[in-house]
């Protein structure tokens, strides 16, 4: 079945950096990806698709300077949170979605700790 | 805009009980439904979806999901559940012909022995 491989799993950073999040679709081609971002307890909140060579469209009230969002090719979209602060400290979860069988297959999640 | 209403925030039974848990949508046009579980610290798991055709859908570990177009219902049924079926489960919508999907806020399924 499809599979997509997000990694790290878990990320400790300090405040003011960068944290890049990998999501790759291992066995299909993925022409739209799209990052999630979940609170404690919360549902999935959609933060961006993306589409293989060109700009990923934000949702409204996500800011696309501090989330960047780059999907190179057909099996791998990045996220990157830049200047990280405490608050934007969350489980990250992306998915990749496929024709065949049409659905949407989700990466294990990055937990993202700004300390 | 589409929405999905997860009735119940949580849902505790006892082992081996039968369990529903309940969704219902808000679209007039047509739909593609889904029910995914998350265990702690993990991603989500696709445990049945709704394309088209036959309206009982039948999916992994043992669940069913009915799928009630006059009712705009999609709710998850288990006639036995396990403890290892404790997790938090999400229904989810896509609108024919729209990649994005619309989540329920989920429920928290506790099974107790």
């Known amino acids: 079945g499809a599979v997509v491989s997000q990694h790290p799993s878990w990320v400790i950073c300090k405040s003011g950096t960068s944290v890049k999040i990998e999501c790759r679709s291992l066995d299909f081609q993925a022409t739209t990806m799209f990052w999630y971002r979940q609170f404690p307890k919360q549902s999935l909140m959609l933060m961006a698709t993306?589409?293989?060579?060109?700009?990923?469209?934000?949702e409204q009230g996500v800011e696309k300077d501090k989330f960047l969002i780059n999907h190179a090719s057909l099996t791998l979209s990045t996220l990157t949170v830049t200047s990280a602060h405490p608050e934007d400290s969350s489980f990250y979860i992306c998915?990749?979605?496929?024709?065949?069988?049409?659905?949407?297959?989700f990466g294990s999640g990055t937990r993202l700790t700004v300390v | 805009a589409q929405s999905v209403t997860q009735l119940d925030s949580q849902v505790p039974v006892f082992e081996e009980a039968p369990v529903e848990l309940r969704c219902n949508y808000s679209?007039?046009?047509?739909?593609?439904l889904f029910w995914y579980v998350q265990y702690p610290n993990q991603g989500l798991q696709l445990l049945l979806k709704y394309l088209s055709g036959s309206t009982l859908v039948k999916g992994i570990n043992g669940f069913e999901a009915e799928f009630n177009k006059s009712q705009t219902s999609f709710h998850l049924r288990k006639p036995s559940v396990h403890i290892s079926d404790t997790a938090e489960y999400f229904c989810?919508?896509?609108?024919?012909?729209?990649?994005?999907?619309?989540f329920g806020k989920g429920t928290k399924l506790t099974v107790n022995p």
């Open positions: 989810a919508v896509s609108q024919g012909g729209s990649e994005k999907l619309v």
């Open positions: 679209s007039s046009v047509s739909v593609y």
């Open positions: 993306s589409n293989e060579g060109s700009k990923a469209t934000y």
């Open positions: 998915s990749a979605s496929s024709v065949k069988p049409y659905g949407y297959t």
